[in-house]
């Protein structure tokens, strides 16, 4: 059996279980999330140094402080 033939046997079940309409609706959510992070990656590629300082605060919020 070729792998791809594996793989497509391997799917979620729940997925078999979902509507066309909830099908659309995921591919939908994925479709935006892959747009948001495209437009993410050209702003970066464009100009790193402002990308990276407009978005400083939301770095240095999510990292641990050292406990004193």
Request: glycine share 0%.
């Amino acid at each position: 059996m070729s792998n791809k033939h594996k793989a497509k046997n391997n799917k979620n079940p729940e997925e078999k279980e979902m509507t066309n309409e909830q099908k659309l609706l995921r591919e939908n959510v994925l479709l935006r999330l892959e747009v948001e992070y495209l437009k993410k990656l050209r702003a970066f590629q464009m100009d790193p140094e402002v990308y990276l300082e407009k978005h400083k605060q939301r770095y240095h919020s999510n990292s641990k402080k050292p406990l004193n």
